[in-house]
């Protein structure tokens, strides 16, 4: 059965067809990182982290970029009301996300590529705007001129037309149209900058996406994702600079993901209606959360209820018991076929992986009825742990029991309190040697005022 996708471009299901037989090329549109990551950004980044692994049990070799967008007028506004220098409060979250990203399983990016390290890159594609005319400069600040592109509204299905009477503009002196967009943003006072044939300024938001992407991947590639909030105007506008300056396709398939709900409104950072990834780790288990996740559909809406996180624990329990009773599975040996083809075709129905997911319990059921029989479920076993991994669940965690868990906590409390004592005694280089051997383990440690805390 074809893998076939909803592709927002096109309104409709496609089937999957890369552009390259056996290579496929992603954009995920990462945070802008003015604030702290929430479970909003998780779930997208989570479908996208489950498309890639499914990708790659199909045979195909995945380039996964996912960009942190670092200049902003939301940055640079945060970073003033907090105190901050921008590029710590930009560092912080970014190292936040990543920290979380880990616990969660989440596949590291192939690049994670961040704005500011491509200004000249985007400074030579405003050029080519500009240069064929489909761009302007005004007082320092350069536009997209959108009455030029012939297909702009092709993603969102919006048009001109529409938006003078229901999408409210603010009014710039410097466009032509209100409806032209910023390429490059002139300084102001107290703003970061960047020398630019134009003056000092720093890019605008849309023009980040485009280049990064084509950058790594080339244009036209195949798959950019993103959230569904983002279609308007921000992959709209995507579109519109990377096939005017190339006059080629941007982008094979479109992929949205839905919003995560928080009292029926979209969870978000500017409303500040939202629960930070971090704080929720410390509350649930990372497998917990992403069962939550996975058990709708990535193009419906999800309302966040603590309850169906505890839910999502409880079933997670089941899952580890029954692992937890069962022999161990050897390598080679045989797997329940049909239930991985019953896997397939739900995840090659869009991503179905509600349907993936009620295949899980439907293997540890059927493993817990020949447990009761004295019967060595080894199939549905193997079985379980092979779908768990492809959606991205992490197979240590589900088969350590808590008791070492505890235990390899305890160890790590000695060695801290033996790296103190070196830290008092001046004995930094073997300080420094055991956090290094530590971190090469997984065990991430950090030392505050307050006294030093760990992770892994």
Excluded at 2 to 17: G, I, S
Excluded at 415 to 425: A, S
């Amino acid at each position: 059965m074809p893998l076939r996708l909803f592709n927002t471009y096109r309104k409709d299901y496609e089937e999957f067809t890369p552009l390259n037989t056996s290579k496929v090329g992603i954009y995920m549109c990462g945070m802008t990182v003015q604030d702290r990551p929430h479970l909003g950004h998780i779930r997208t980044f989570i479908f996208g982290d489950v498309f890639r692994r499914y990708l790659e049990f199909r045979g195909y070799e995945v380039a996964f970029i996912q960009n942190f967008t670092d200049i902003d007028d939301k940055i640079i506004e945060k970073s003033k009301i907090e105190g901050v220098d921008w590029r710590h409060l930009g560092d912080k979250n970014i190292n936040e996300y990543l920290t979380s990203a880990m616990q969660l399983n989440i596949k590291p990016a192939t690049y994670y590529p961040k704005a500011t390290q491509f200004i000249q890159e985007i400074i030579e594609t405003i050029t080519t705007l500009i240069e064929r005319g489909f761009a302007y400069e005004a007082n320092g600040s350069v536009y997209f001129e959108v009455s030029k592109f012939k297909n702009y509204g092709k993603l969102s299905g919006k048009n001109l037309d529409d938006l003078k009477e229901s999408f409210r503009i603010d009014p710039d002196p410097n466009k032509k149209s209100p409806f032209d967009f910023a390429l490059w943003k002139a300084w102001k006072e107290g703003e970061p900058y960047w020398f630019s044939p134009w003056g000092r300024g720093r890019p605008g938001w849309h023009i980040e996406c485009s280049v990064m992407s084509t950058h790594f991947l080339g244009q036209p590639f195949d798959i950019h994702m993103g959230g569904q909030d983002l279609i308007f105007p921000h992959h709209e506008d995507e579109i519109a600079q990377a096939e005017s300056a190339r006059d080629k396709p941007f982008v094979k398939y479109w992929i949205h993901s839905a919003p995560m709900l928080l009292k029926g409104e979209k969870m978000s950072k500017s409303t500040g209606l939202y629960f930070a990834i971090k704080d929720l780790l410390e509350n649930y288990s990372p497998e917990a959360i992403r069962l939550f996740i996975l058990q709708k559909h990535y193009r419906s809406p999800a309302e966040y209820i603590p309850d169906y996180l505890e839910e999502a624990e409880k079933a997670i329990e089941r899952i580890k018991n029954f692992l937890k009773a069962s022999p161990a599975v050897e390598h080679i040996g045989p797997v329940k076929e049909a239930v991985i083809q019953r896997f397939q075709e739900a995840l090659d129905d869009d991503l179905n992986t509600p349907r993936a997911v009620s295949l899980l319990f439907d293997l540890v059921k059927e493993g817990n009825q020949k447990l009761s029989e004295n019967i060595n479920p080894h199939e549905e076993k193997k079985t379980l742990l092979l779908l768990m991994e492809v959606l991205g669940f992490n197979i240590s965690n589900l088969l350590m029991e808590k008791v070492e868990t505890d235990l390899i906590r305890d160890v790590v409390k000695i060695i801290l309190d033996v790296r103190q004592e070196l830290r008092k005694n001046r004995e930094f280089s073997l300080a420094d040697r055991i956090r290094k051997e530590l971190e090469g383990i997984g065990i991430k440690i950090k030392d505050t005022k307050e006294g030093t805390t760990f992770e892994f």
